[in-house]
């Protein structure tokens, strides 16, 4: 949903000068709570006013595109179909039976790589040797960074501003990296738990493709060789190459990213899992015995939002504690989480479980947790007088 490096639509507008943009929701989209669908609900109206200044118009599907795609496809002339490649399992098969029905149809069908920071035509492997370590990719990829240049408009372009979209999104990029000391000291702040500044609140619009992760790369560049390169810039480009290997790594896996069982070849023993119902409606409504827990989950369940460090955390504690199943836990933050994103939630949920990559117990010590990075208790006080 961005005008910005959009390859999709920047190939679009070289051929034709009125064009269809269809956004189809997913399954987790309908069964979202309110903050996530009007975040992305504001997102596409931001988006179609600015596709609409440029001439085109955007339409809003269903969860059953190919069912409607027949029918478009037979009402209007439609010679080409442009569309972003995807990389979880249900996603890719969508794609598999629209670019079928292309063929059927004799519409030339052509997609684009453009969620992740890097392309996968530029990763040094095939997908399919993906490593199993995340440090083991990380090396792989810092040995030959390959990371295409943005792609903007060639025109000057005047985006809505009305909504929260794109342009939010951009202002806060700006926002993060050269108007506050954010990026600057990002290392030290990112654990914070109070504070809007300690980390970039990138996720919601990177998940909605309302920023591009390439933009977010070129501008971090540019203030490394502007301003300073310190661990902090170092820091967001190793977030942002966790973010694109659980994409490869979901690409890879297809369907054993979404079963309980996790990825094949994991050994490691577990626990054997506890299906109580009552013990995880405590866990979701932040009502367990750990106050910690309990705070990250209210806070979740009244802003969508919930930092990196509490999602670890009452992550580690379902899993390893309560002994529930870990896809109880990411369908919940499927439907909670205002930055939802299929191959990192699931993702991170598989590597918490000991069911995926890096298989070790990441078995945490809720506590002191709780010390370490709430130390006057200021955060589990707001939230849990809620
Ligand atoms: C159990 C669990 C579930 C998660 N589910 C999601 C999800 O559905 N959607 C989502 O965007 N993130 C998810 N994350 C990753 C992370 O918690 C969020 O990306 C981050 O908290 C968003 O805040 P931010 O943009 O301020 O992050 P920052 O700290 O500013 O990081 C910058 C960007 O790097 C990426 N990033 C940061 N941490 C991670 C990580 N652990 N894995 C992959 N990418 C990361 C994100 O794109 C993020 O926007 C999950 C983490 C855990 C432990």
């Known amino acids: 949903m961005r005008i910005h490096d959009n390859l999709a639509l920047n190939a679009f507008l070289q051929k034709s000068s009125f064009g269809i943009v269809i956004w189809c929701p997913t399954k987790s989209y309908e069964e979202a709570n309110h903050f996530r669908k009007k975040f992305i609900d504001d997102n596409l109206e931001s988006f179609s006013k600015n596709l609409f200044k440029l001439g085109h118009v955007l339409i809003k599907g269903t969860s059953h595109f190919s069912l409607e795609l027949v029918e478009i496809l037979k009402a209007q002339q439609i ?15 969508e794609e598999k039976v629209v670019s079928n029905l292309c063929e059927n149809f004799g ?16 990763l040094p492997f095939e997908i399919i040797e993906l490593p199993f370590i995340f440090s083991d990719f990380r090396k792989k990829i810092e040995l030959q960074i390959n990371i295409n240049h943005t792609q903007n408009l060639a025109i000057d372009f005047e985006l809505d501003v009305s909504l929260d979209g794109e342009a939010k999104a951009l ?12 990026l600057a000291n990002y290392k030290n702040t990112r654990n914070g738990l109070m504070n809007f500044n300690d980390s970039s609140k990138f996720s919601p619009w990177l998940s909605v493709g309302a920023l591009s992760p390439r933009k977010i790369y070129e501008e971090l560049k540019r203030y490394e060789t502007e301003v300073q390169a310190n661990e902090s810039t170092y820091w967001l480009f190793f977030e942002l190459l966790w973010r694109d290997y659980f994409k490869f790594l979901s690409k ?21 899992v506890v299906l109580d119902l009552k013990l995880f409606q405590s866990w979701c409504n932040g009502e367990t015995e750990e106050p910690f827990v309990n705070a990250n989950m209210k806070e979740l369940n009244n802003t969508g939002f919930m930092s990196n460090r509490g999602r670890q955390n009452v992550a580690s504690f379902l899993v390893h504690q309560l002994h529930l199943p870990w896809t109880w836990g990411a369908s919940y933050f499927e439907k909670q989480l205002i930055d ?13 479980s000991g069911r995926g990559t890096d298989p070790r117990a990441r078995l945490f010590n809720i506590k002191k947790q709780a010390t370490d990075y709430d130390p006057l208790g200021e955060y589990q006080a707001k939230w849990n007088k809620i």
Not at 79 to 92: V, W
Not at 111 to 116: H, I, K, T
Not at 340 to 352: C, E, Q, S
């Open 79 to 93: 010679k080409s179909l442009f569309f972003t490649l995807e990389y979880a399992y249900d996603e890719c098969f």
């Open 107 to 122: 519409i030339e069908f052509i997609s684009f790589d453009q969620g992740a920071m890097i392309s996968i035509e530029n």
């Open 171 to 182: 202002q806060r990029l700006r926002e993060f990296i050269w108007e506050t000391p954010s």
């Open 252 to 272: 890879k896996f297809g369907n054993h990213f979404f079963t309980l069982a996790g990825l094949p070849g994991v050994k490691t023993i577990h626990h054997p």
């Open 340 to 352: 939802y994103d299929p191959d990192v939630n699931w993702g991170n949920w598989l590597y918490f």
